[in-house]
């Protein structure tokens, strides 16, 4: 059974830090390009960054560049996001997803996702 978790969520208050975690299992991790979305309640969802197979190619929205990092660890089959500076903004319930081969923002192309995580910023 395919299974990708996430964890770390949590509330925040603006200018802070999380590291969300997710966790795959039932497929080879190794060869699946990963992505975080987020979704805020009552919008669509909204590609933030994704990684290669590898860990060596990273990719993210301009709004979150240089806030938001993502890597994996292949060993231990988890990606993960560290999202620093965050604002009220950010609060949404964010995804971890995962496609075989490249990275692609186009979330249809995504073959699993996890169940999410909810991040709230508020003071």
């Known amino acids: 059974e395919v299974q990708l978790v996430e964890s770390g969520g949590g509330l925040v208050q603006p200018g802070g830090s999380l590291e969300l975690s997710c966790v795959a299992s039932?497929?080879?991790?190794?060869?699946?390009?990963m992505s975080w979305v987020r979704q805020v309640s009552g919008q669509g969802p909204e590609w933030l960054s994704a990684?290669?197979?590898?860990?060596?190619?990273?990719y993210y929205l301009d709004s979150v560049k240089g806030r938001f990092t993502i890597s994996r660890d292949n060993a231990k089959n988890t990606v993960y996001l560290r999202m620093n500076s965050l604002k009220p903004e950010d609060t949404a319930v964010y995804y971890c997803a995962a496609m075989e081969d490249y990275p692609s923002t186009d979330l249809y192309e995504y073959d699993y996702w996890g169940q999410g995580t909810q991040v709230t910023v508020s003071s």
């Open positions: 990684i290669n197979t590898g860990g060596d190619s990273t």
């Open positions: 039932g497929f080879t991790f190794g060869n699946y390009a």
